[in-house]
């Protein structure tokens, strides 16, 4: 009877941990969770939305806790003091939070030491320790193994001395998902991409910027919508467009609005609105809408304008009655980008106010222009409020300041915005800029973009568009990103692009001005299988040899990585089937798939 009630109440602790979102989170970051006699599903914290790596910030956190609360009795005296330093050091490892990034590989693995030098939690402790060459060592032979498939003496005489078993090494260790991709809607635009709008009750993006043309063959001058059915995206024309550019779309009074800088024959300057199957003049704005925003039921607009009247100078910033527009003076100079934040406008650009170099302040028909304590330096493109934050950000303009470029409230002083303070040095500059021009918050993740690159010690991080938290989750494009939108759940990023990253080790995507960010989500630290009916025969198979795919999977691309997760071979697989294998050294590889669908399956193979 005693192995039957153990393995009843084995089902009903796996059955009590089913039931707990957070100890399911913990069991996709590492399997190792369903295997701990001392962890008290119940006892966790609370489960609320955290970005991938803060997930794995809350699992190392959780498991320093646990290990430091087991009996170390059996331990000898020195044993226990490095067993405690090595938690001193994985506690400063995950508030530190330089964990490896995984931009290579289309799938959750470990990565003991990633390709900007960043370790993983058993390598740093290794590393901390005093013996980097232990962990450099087994980055060379198996950067992409399970602590369990390292069969080192020297890990192994390591983690004696220092008061581990292997079990709780593989406990800590985590696997990294992939990062984010580029997605396609449609073929894009034949220009650029300046505005993007999501209305959700209608199931409609619209699509402002300086284009002719979309989807490849739809005449559409300057504005467009998008439908999304289920992952189909439709373009559609609103009749011939509009002749200029378009800056800023919004929706009030039940009507799509849309400016920027065009005058039509009937009439229309500037400003327009959609009546389901024209365009209708919105009273006459000389110049150039830079945005349009809806604050108490008044639209206001804002840019190099004029009210038409020619009884003003150029002004900046203007209030719709319905009929006409009216210039609001204060402002000297333009103005890009309105955020309501309270019972305030924030108003955003480069301007002045009182002979005072400002870039931002705040507005209301109540209080007139309040100014911030200390105004901005750089130029203002952008503003979105974030976590109960409002956060700029910023051209750099400014002679001397290069750093100001992303910027928070706090009380009412601006300072810097990022979440770690070394990340502006590593911001620089991409084709003669270093801009960041557009904000877009979700639940768990600022996202910016713009013209820059982001460096650290080596290589190249991310171009054009960042993420503030989750930096697994950023999309790399080829040229400056204008606006950022979530559209049903998805986020949209929009600029003068042609082409971005596909994720992992796919090719570039021809995005054409418009991309959606593909996320590959949390997935259990396996190699997931696209096709699990395809099988791969014979196994082992020799070098040089053909190598059959069984199944329905049709793969038409292929990748060969070995254990250190370095590329040794990709093309083509053949009409029947077939993978022509290189000549390589004998061991264990991966084997990567694709297929027409996008769908990719990974297998483990051994060259002999």
């Keep these: 009877m005693r192995p039957l009630f153990s393995l009843l109440l084995c089902f009903l602790c796996l ?115 005093g013996y980097e060459h232990v962990s450099r060592m087994i980055a060379a032979k198996t950067n992409l193994a399970y602590v369990r498939q390292m069969n080192y003496p020297e890990l192994t005489a390591w983690a004696g001395d220092r008061g581990f ?16 991709g ?79 800088n065009f005058s039509m024959p009937d009439g229309m300057h500037s400003v327009a609105w959609w009546d389901g199957s ?39 910033f203007a209030r719709w009655d319905g009929t006409a527009w009216s210039s609001i003076n204060g402002p000297m100079g ?31 028909p109540s209080t007139s222009f309040v100014p911030y304590s200390k105004g901005l330096n750089n130029e203002v493109a952008d503003l979105e409020v974030y976590g109960d934050t409002l956060y700029a950000a910023c051209k750099r303009t400014h002679a001397t300041d290069t750093t100001s470029l992303l910027m928070k409230m706090k009380g009412d002083s601006w300072v810097q915005g990022f979440a770690y303070t070394n990340t502006m040095s590593m911001f620089q500059p991409y084709g003669g800029a270093q801009d960041i021009l557009t904000l877009c918050g979700e639940t768990d993740n600022l996202n910016m973009g713009g013209q820059f690159q982001v460096l650290p010690m080596i290589g190249t991080w991310a171009r054009n568009c960042y993420t503030l938290e989750d930096h697994d989750k950023w999309v ?28 992992g080790w796919s090719p570039n995507v021809a995005t054409n001005g418009i991309a959606r960010r593909v996320s590959p989500g949390v997935s259990a630290p396996a190699i997931p299988d696209a096709a699990q009916g395809m099988s791969v025969y014979p196994q082992p198979v020799k070098r040089g040899a053909q190598l059959l795919l069984n199944g329905n999977f049709k793969a038409e691309r292929y990748m060969l990585n ?28 991966l084997l990567t798939v694709s297929n027409e669908r996008g769908e990719r399956s990974v297998k483990k193979i051994v060259i002999e």
Excluded at 291 to 301: I, P, R, S, W
Excluded at 306 to 313: K, M, N, R, V
Excluded at 336 to 355: C, H, K, P, R, W
Excluded at 562 to 580: F, H, K, L, P, Y
């Design 334 to 364: 333009r103005i890009n980008t309105m955020e309501v934040v309270g019972s305030s406008l924030v108003l955003g650009g480069a301007f002045s106010y009182m002979g005072t170099p400002v870039n931002v302040i705040k507005w209301s």
């Design 15 to 129: 059955s009590a941990y089913s039931n707990n979102a957070t100890f399911n989170k913990l069991a996709e970051v590492n399997k190792c969770w369903q295997e701990q006699p001392d962890v008290n599903a119940d006892a966790l914290p609370a489960y609320v939305s955290r970005t991938d790596r803060e997930w794995i910030r809350t699992h190392l956190a959780l498991v320093e806790a646990t290990l430091r609360r087991r009996d170390m009795r059996h331990l000898t005296p020195a044993q226990q003091r490095n067993r405690m330093q090595s938690l001193d050091d994985l506690h400063v490892y995950w508030q530190t939070g330089n964990f490896p990034v995984n931009d290579l590989y289309s799938y959750r693995t470990p990565i003991f030491i990633d390709r900007y030098d960043n370790f993983c939690a058993v390598g740093y402790l290794v590393k901390a320790s």
């Design 278 to 316: 024209a365009w209708q003049p919105a009273g006459c704005l000389n110049g150039e809408v830079r945005d349009l925003v809806v604050f108490e039921g008044t639209l206001y607009a804002c840019g190099t304008l004029d009210d038409c009247t020619g009884l003003f100078a150029m002004q900046y």
């Design 562 to 589: 070995d254990m250190t997760g370095r590329g040794v071979a990709m093309g083509n697989v053949s009409n029947a089937q077939q993978v022509a294998l290189p000549q390589v050294p004998a061991g264990m590889y």
């Design 476 to 503: 790399v494009v080829d040229s400056t990103v204008n606006k950022m939108i979530v559209y049903k759940g998805q986020l949209i990023v929009g600029g003068a692009f042609k082409t971005g990253n596909g994720g």
């Design 182 to 260: 580029c997605g396609k809607i449609g073929e894009g635009v034949n220009g650029v991409v300046n505005e993007l709008y999501a209305d959700e009750a209608e199931g409609r993006l619209y699509v402002g910027g300086d284009f002719s043309q979309v989807d490849g063959s739809i005449a559409a001058t300057g504005i467009a919508y998008v439908t999304d059915a289920g992952g189909t995206y439709t373009w559609h024309s609103m009749a011939a467009g509009l002749n200029g550019t378009v800056y800023a779309i919004a929706k009030y009074s039940g009507k799509i609005f849309a400016a920027g």
């Design 165 to 180: 078993t292997a079990d709780e090494l593989a406990w800590i260790q985590p696997g990294y998902p992939p990062a984010a």
